[in-house]
């Protein structure tokens, strides 16, 4: 039996606003504590009027979710229903002018610190066994572009795009993301400028991975400083290998195909290596032109050198759930941000707050769906994000106006609503490599062709991949006229 919350005359609405069913994931006492210790907001007294530094903060979150709204009416959909209670008329509403110069006091360095402190990963073994390789914890490393507001702070501060023909439309941000393969969880980011490469970012994340992960990375963030910095942390490294990249060096061939290369110090690049270092090269091919390009030759490296624990076929499947991070991006810019073009804020310091403020209403969404998923015992990713976060849309305002101590069984009713949606199994994903832009360096999209057929559901990648014999040249090294490597 839920109970409408009783407000007095003397009641402040914005007082009474509480995380609500976000209350297990963002606790009240922890958005104080990072709102105190947070060298923006002021510690001298506020006089309170209609926003407290709790309110700001989960309205921060509320503008990721409902994107499609101004800030004045996301701010009506998180204290109306309180206002709608209250016995006389209270003066809540707030200007569009008003809420930006709120969060302007409130400032990004809370929203950090909360990302720090609750968003971690939340895969269990016993209930998610998928999302681990032996005792690894699968996690995956990756970059993407945001545009920002096209104003003269945004553009010094990160910079933008240009060419032959001039200046990029918008100026944009790099965010690097560090995810949980199982859970969709992003559990650190790093906001940067357009021109920074993701391998900086990729590196200052490292310090978020302990000795339990195996991080996934792609062929333009692996480098044998990174390798090394990996295992540093006593973490593991699986990544896509650039086709000319570590071709010579002392090796030594082991019985599942794959190979050790010893990798020897250098002085140049950013981040050098220090002392040598072993690692396991994987090659091979793909027999299915779904499934990519029929006889290139694909590398791996790793840092898993032990071809019993880690067969080299295991890996190559192992790999694919790298893919997970996209998977991640597209849920935050399709799904959650609704495809918007640029984000809200003009100013620098209110995009990484809006940013940060993105991803943690998506790790609150995630975290529903993994607790919905192992209530039916199902891998998390059948169940809809879409329809996650719709419910979630729906039972915020509704939680408001509830009495707190009905937060618990409320969240039980979101997560049961939740799981009631799954979604088929997942099939083999189809490699086809075009588009409809004209100007791209993949094919054009063919129209008066049907798309390739899709894969049966018993079919899995491991049927479609041949090893290759790494001391045998490839052809088209061979047509190069490249020495063989010994």
């Not at 195996?214 to 990996?230: E, H, K, R, Y």
């Not at 010579?248 to 195909?257: F, Q, S, T």
Request: aromatic residues 6%.
């Amino acid at each position: 039996m839920y109970r409408l919350r009783q407000l007095d005359i003397d009641d402040k609405v914005c007082e009474q606003v509480n995380p609500g069913v976000l209350e297990g994931i963002y606790p009240k006492e922890v958005i104080e504590t990072c709102v105190q210790e947070s060298r923006q907001w002021t510690r001298t007294k506020r006089r309170v009027r209609q926003s407290t530094a709790l309110c700001l903060v989960l309205f921060v979150m509320m503008l990721a979710l409902w994107s499609r709204l101004n800030q004045r009416q996301v701010w009506q959909k998180l204290v109306g229903g309180l206002s709608n209670l209250h016995p006389r008329e209270p003066l809540s509403q707030m200007s569009a002018p008003a809420l930006t110069g709120r969060r302007e006091e409130l400032g990004s360095q809370v929203m950090e610190a909360l990302m720090q402190i609750c968003c971690q990963p939340m895969a269990r073994r016993e209930q998610t066994p998928e999302a681990f390789f032996e005792r690894y914890r699968l996690m995956a490393i990756d970059g993407t572009l945001f545009n920002t507001p096209d104003t003269e702070a945004n553009e010094q501060a990160f910079g933008r795009s240009s060419n032959q023909y001039g200046k990029g439309a918008y100026p944009q941000v790099r965010c690097v993301l560090l995810v949980e393969c199982g859970s969709h969880a992003v559990i650190g980011i790093k906001i940067s400028r357009y021109d920074e490469s993701e391998v900086h970012g990729s590196h200052e994340l490292l310090c978020l991975v302990s000795p339990d992960m195996l991080a996934l990375v792609d062929g333009g963030i692996i480098s044998a400083g990174f390798v090394q910095a990996v295992r540093d942390r006593r973490a593991h490294v699986l990544a896509s290998l650039p086709a000319r990249m570590w071709k010579k060096g002392p090796r030594r061939r082991l019985k599942d195909g794959s190979e050790l290369v010893q990798l020897k110090p250098k002085k140049n690049g950013c981040y050098p290596l220090r002392q040598p270092i072993w690692v396991r090269i994987i090659s091979y091919r793909v027999t299915d032109s779904r499934l990519g390009e029929v006889g290139k030759v694909y590398r791996l490296v790793t840092t898993l050198l032990n071809p019993r624990t880690a067969p080299a076929k295991d890996l190559i499947v192992l790999y694919h759930e790298r893919w997970e991070v996209e998977l991640v991006i597209d849920e935050v810019k399709t799904h959650e941000r609704v495809q918007r073009k640029v984000l809200r804020s003009r100013t620098a310091e209110g995009i990484r707050q809006e940013l940060y403020g993105i991803f943690l209403a998506h790790y609150a969404v995630r975290v529903l769906m993994y607790e919905a998923a192992c209530e039916v015992s199902i891998d998390p990713d059948r169940l809809s994000f879409t329809e996650a976060m719709f419910q979630l849309c729906e039972m915020i305002p509704f939680a408001q106006i509830m009495e707190p101590q009905d937060a618990v069984p409320l969240r039980k009713r979101l997560e049961h609503k939740i799981g009631a949606v799954v979604l088929p199994a997942r099939l083999l994903r189809v490699n086809r490599r075009e588009v409809k832009q004209v100007y791209n360096k993949y094919k054009p999209k063919k129209r008066n062709l049907s798309p390739p057929e899709p894969f049966e559901p018993g079919q899995r990648f491991e049927d479609f991949v041949q090893m290759v014999d790494p001391l045998t040249p490839s052809p088209l090294l061979a047509q190069e006229g490249l020495p063989r490597v010994a």
